[in-house]
């Protein structure tokens, strides 16, 4: 059993950057894949960024050359670092965790990943 905490998000304006900090419960975090997912309101979760076991790094494009997706084994933590927010960014974001030692997933499949935390609220005001 993982437990995901996500923390970090808040009310900025857009341009502005924020960092999302994803903490993990356990001994087990290094040996799973990890994703970030969004939901803006009447929307479906979709994909952000994950990050694979063998060290692969994965975005979607609207966070291609804006978001960075990044892990600490020894804190058992995964970031994703967001700069030049638009108003669009808005959304509840989600960490995931692959199931233990996944080396092959679809990263922007919500169905690949095994836990989930409660999500932190970020919003970007124009």
């Known amino acids: 059993q993982v437990q995901l905490v996500e923390s970090g998000g808040g009310l900025v304006q857009a341009g502005d950057s924020l960092r999302l900090s994803c903490a993990a419960s356990g001994r087990t975090f290094s040996r799973r894949a990890m994703g970030w997912f969004r939901q803006a309101p009447g929307k479906e979760r979709e994909f952000v960024a994950g990050r694979g076991l063998s060290g692969g790094t994965y975005y979607a494009d609207s966070a291609k050359g804006r978001f960075t997706i990044s892990r600490d084994n020894a804190k058992n933590t995964m970031y994703l670092q967001m700069n030049s927010l638009k108003p669009e960014d808005t959304a509840v974001y989600f960490c995931?965790?692959?199931?233990?030692?996944?080396?092959?997933?679809?990263?922007?499949?919500?169905?690949?990943?095994?836990?989930w935390g409660q999500g932190t609220q970020v919003t970007v005001s124009s």
């Open positions: 995931a965790a692959a199931s233990l030692a996944k080396m092959t997933l679809v990263h922007d499949d919500p169905h690949e990943y095994a836990y």
